[in-house]
């Protein structure tokens, strides 16, 4: 169903469409990364807007400085950037002693709204004009220019990220971050180690939302600080719960 759909604006030959499509679609892998932490894992996030900003200024930063434009490599760096933030504030939160969902919350705020504030005032990052003019990416030697082009490439990637995500959910580490979610304590009870299911999960999430901030940089060539702040940490976690907290198809 989801494919017949997201293939509409392409047999339209609408641009307009399929740029506001092509848009839903990358916020849409940021929303997944939100779900897999908090709807299956119970990991109450308000950072991942500023995960889905490091995964776009790393890309903007990189194709301004240098002539790597190649689509491939732009989402490798986008997700190594993306994983080491990831591992800094999962251990930062998880490792040790337990900690409640009201401690979570307020540091992941805190996060988004401190990466804001550097995007706003930090010279390196454009402060408050952000990366204008960033070069379209390019396929093969192939430059993707156009709206279908890339129309195509968030399409392709959102769909290989949500049976990922469909995947891992229904695994045996699946069942695990469900427990996790559901019974912490439990789930320890039974041998299953709490700060590493977190840890994972949360690495996982921002390798998510930095490719989705990469994608957003490359199509709408330009990354601002308002990608990265608190305004889009909120309006994500809503979205996930209008489409159904635990639930991937919401």
């Not at 337990?98 to 454009?126: C, D, K, P, Q």
């Not at 977190?198 to 998510?208: D, E, G, P, T």
């Not at 957003?216 to 209008?242: Q, R």
């Amino acid at each position: 169903m989801i494919p017949v759909f997201a293939l509409f604006p392409y047999l339209s030959g609408d641009n307009f469409l399929l740029q506001l499509i092509t848009r839903i679609l990358i916020y849409g892998i940021l929303v997944l990364s939100v779900e897999m932490c908090w709807g299956q894992t119970g990991i109450f996030t308000f950072g991942q807007a500023a995960l889905f900003g490091i995964g776009g200024y790393s890309v903007g930063l990189i194709t301004k400085n240098s002539e790597i434009t190649d689509i491939g490599l732009l989402l490798l760096i986008a997700i190594v950037a993306g994983a080491i933030a990831g591992l800094i504030i999962g251990v930062f939160l998880f490792s040790g002693k337990h900690v409640g969902e009201l401690y979570v919350v307020l540091v992941t705020l805190a996060i988004s709204y401190i990466f804001e504030r550097l995007a706003n005032s930090w010279t390196v990052l454009g402060s408050g004009n952000g990366i204008p003019g960033i070069p379209y990416p390019t396929i093969f030697g192939l430059e993707i220019d156009s709206a279908i082009g890339l129309f195509l490439l968030a399409f392709i990637f959102f769909i290989l990220i949500l049976f990922l995500c469909i995947y891992i959910v229904n695994s045996q580490f699946g069942l695990t971050m469900n427990a996790v979610r559901d019974d912490e304590e439990r789930a320890e009870f039974f041998g299953y180690k709490r700060s590493v299911v977190q840890i994972v999960v949360f690495v996982f999430a921002a390798v998510l939302a930095s490719i989705g901030g990469a994608l957003f940089a490359v199509s709408e060539s330009f990354v601002s600080s308002s990608m990265s702040g608190l305004a889009l940490s909120t309006t994500i976690v809503l979205w996930v719960v209008l489409g159904g907290r635990g639930t991937l198809f919401g």
